[in-house]
């Protein structure tokens, strides 16, 4: 899969906060198999960026996530001017695997990736 940006991690800090907003924000938990699961997937967006630079993405978006006092419209909204039309269903299918990542998907899983596939019809 092609890097977001190859000359900067912002953009792929911003999509691993909206794989954590369904990951973790929905439900306040975030499984080890989610975690795997989003760096497993962050990981193919920029398949050259070192193992702990990726971790480093993901904690950060996690403490960030954490303390999100937003909604995920906007964190969606921020995105979709990045992304081409492919790339957003991709990670919306992302999101249904992150979300399934533990074995269920939870309403408030269901409904956050319904409200980020609502703000980016919109």
Same mark, same amino acid.
């Given at each position: 899969m092609t890097p977001l940006d190859p000359h900067r991690s912002e953009p792929l800090s911003r999509l691993v906060l909206l794989y954590l907003a369904v990951a973790y924000g929905a439900d306040h938990?975030?499984?080890?198999?989610?975690? *795997?699961? +989003? +760096?497993?997937?962050?990981?193919?967006?920029?398949? %050259?960026? @070192?193992?702990? /630079?990726? =971790?480093?993405?993901? %904690?950060?978006?996690? +403490?960030?996530?954490? =303390?999100?006092?937003? @909604?995920?419209?906007?964190? /969606?909204? !921020?995105?979709?001017?990045?992304?081409?039309?492919? #790339? *957003? *269903? #991709? +990670?919306? /299918? !992302?999101?249904g695997r992150i979300a399934t990542a533990d074995g269920y998907i939870s309403v408030e899983e269901a409904d956050v990736i319904a409200r980020i596939r609502s703000a980016w019809a919109s």
């Open positions: 938990d975030f499984a080890e198999a989610e975690r *795997r699961t +989003v +760096v497993h997937l962050a990981r193919r967006w920029d398949p %050259d960026l @070192d193992g702990e /630079a990726l =971790q480093a993405i993901v %904690d950060t978006a996690l +403490v960030a996530m954490r =303390q999100f006092d937003g @909604d995920v419209e906007t964190l /969606a909204h !921020d995105l979709h001017a990045r992304l081409t039309p492919e #790339t *957003r *269903r #991709t +990670v919306l /299918a !992302d999101l």
